[in-house]
C-alpha cells in the first residue's frame, strides 16, 4: 500500500501555492461596453483549491504574493471569511495579476487575455520567503504548472519550495496545468517540469498534459479517436510510466472532458497502488462556468486522501465536485460535500 493510504494526514494543514489573479469577464457582445460593468472573480488554480478545501472543513492555508495596499487588504478579508488561512501570504511589490475571460468561454480559447506582468507573484525570487517558517504544521503541499511558466526566477522559487517540502516529509502534489500563453521566458515544460514533478507524490492532469510537459508520449493515433476505451487504455499506460520514471509519485490522476458543441462529456481515472479506478462518465448540454473544473476535481482528490477514503471513492467525490462545478458562476466550487455526494453517480 501506498503511504497515501496510511498517512495521517490530519496532523497539519494543506497549503496551496499560487498566483492570486482577478478574472475580468466581458460578455461575449460587448453589451460591458454600454453597461458599464465588467463581473469580476477571484480566483486562480490554486486559491480554487484552497478555497473548496476550506468549504469542505479541510485546514487550508494559501501562500501568494500581493502587494501592501488596500485592494490586497480586501481581498485577505475575503478569504479569511472563507476559513483559507492566508498568514502565509507575502507582501511585497506593485500589482496583483489580471485576466480577461469572455463569458462562456474557457482558458484554452483565444478568449484569453493575460495582464499578470510585473506582478508581485511574478517578481519572487529564490532567498525571499523563509520556507521553514511557511511549512512548518503543513501535512500536503499544492501547487500547479502555471508557476514554472510564469518566468525562470517563479520556477526556481518552486523548486526552492518543493525541495523544502521534501525534506520534511510534506505530501506534494501538482496539477500539470498547461497554458500556452505562458511559457514565454525561453523554456518549454519539458525544460522544467521534469525537475520539478520528480518531488511530487500525486500527479493530476491528463494523457496530453502529461506528454507536453514530462515526455510521456501518447501512443498511437488516438487523439481524434473520441472512444473512451482507448483513452482510458493510455490513461493507464501513461499512468504506469510516470510511476516508473517518478519514483516518488504514489497516485496519477487523468481527467478527459470533451466539449461538443453543447454536449459536454466528463469522466476521470486514478491509478494508484497497481489499480486503475476510473468514474462514471457524465454528459450535459448546458453549463453555467467551464473554468475551475480540473481545480476542483483537484481538490477532492486532497480531501478524499486527507481523509483515507479509498481510491474509487476518493475518486467519484473528485469527480462529481468537478461536473457539477460546470453548473457555478465562479472560480471556485460553492457545492458542500453533502451536496457532491448526492450528486454522484456510479459505473
Given amino acids: 500500500m501506498s503511504n497515501l493510504s496510511s498517512k495521517n494526514f490530519k496532523s497539519g494543514a494543506v497549503l496551496s501555492f499560487g498566483e492570486l489573479l482577478l478574472r475580468i469577464v466581458p460578455d461575449a457582445v460587448g453589451n460591458w461596453l454600454n453597461d458599464n460593468t465588467l463581473p469580476t472573480y477571484i480566483g486562480g488554480a490554486e486559491l480554487n483549491v484552497a478555497t473548496a478545501l476550506a468549504l469542505w472543513d479541510v485546514p487550508s492555508r494559501y501562500f501568494t504574493a500581493l502587494p501592501s495596499n488596500g485592494l490586497s487588504e480586501q481581498l485577505i478579508a475575503y478569504l479569511n471569511k472563507k476559513n483559507i488561512d492566508t498568514s502565509p501570504v507575502y507582501y511585497h511589490g506593485e500589482r496583483l495579476g489580471l485576466y480577461f475571460l469572455t463569458k462562456g468561454k474557457d482558458l484554452k480559447h483565444d478568449a484569453l487575455i493575460y495582464d499578470r506582468a510585473n506582478s508581485a507573484f511574478a517578481g519572487l525570487k529564490p532567498g525571499m520567503i523563509d520556507w521553514d517558517k511557511v511549512l512548518d504544521g503543513v501535512s500536503w503541499f499544492h501547487f500547479s504548472a502555471i508557476c514554472p511558466a510564469i518566468s525562470q526566477q517563479v520556477a526556481d522559487v518552486c523548486l526552492e519550495a518543493l525541495q523544502a517540502a521534501s525534506a520534511k516529509g510534506i505530501t506534494v502534489s501538482v496539477d500539470l496545468n498547461y497554458r500556452s500563453k505562458l511559457w514565454q ?82 469522466y476521470t481515472a486514478l491509478f494508484i497502488d497497481g489499480a486503475f479506478n476510473t468514474s462514471h462518465e457524465y454528459c450535459t448540454t448546458s453549463i453555467v462556468d467551464k473554468v475551475g473544473t480540473g481545480d476542483c476535481f483537484m481538490a477532492g482528490l486532497i480531501y478524499g486522501f486527507y481523509n483515507n477514503q479509498p481510491a474509487q471513492q476518493t475518486l467519484d467525490f473528485a469527480t462529481a465536485a468537478a461536473f457539477s462545478k460546470l453548473f457555478i458562476a465562479s472560480d471556485a466550487t460553492t457545492n458542500t460535500v453533502e451536496e457532491i455526494t448526492k450528486a454522484i453517480k456510479y459505473e
Fill in 185 to 266: 521566458y525561453g523554456k518549454q515544460p519539458q525544460d522544467v517540469m521534469p525537475g520539478l514533478v520528480k518531488h511530487c507524490d500525486v500527479i493530476m492532469g491528463n494523457i496530453w498534459a502529461a506528454e507536453k510537459m514530462l515526455g510521456i508520449e501518447v501512443l498511437g493515433d488516438i487523439h481524434e479517436s473520441g472512444q473512451k476505451s482507448i483513452y482510458l487504455q493510455e490513461a493507464l499506460s501513461s499512468s504506469e510510466r510516470i510511476i516508473k520514471q517518478y519514483p516518488k509519485c504514489k497516485a496519477v490522476a487523468n481527467t478527459f472532458r470533451f466539449d461538443e458543441a453543447d454536449d459536454i462529456k466528463y
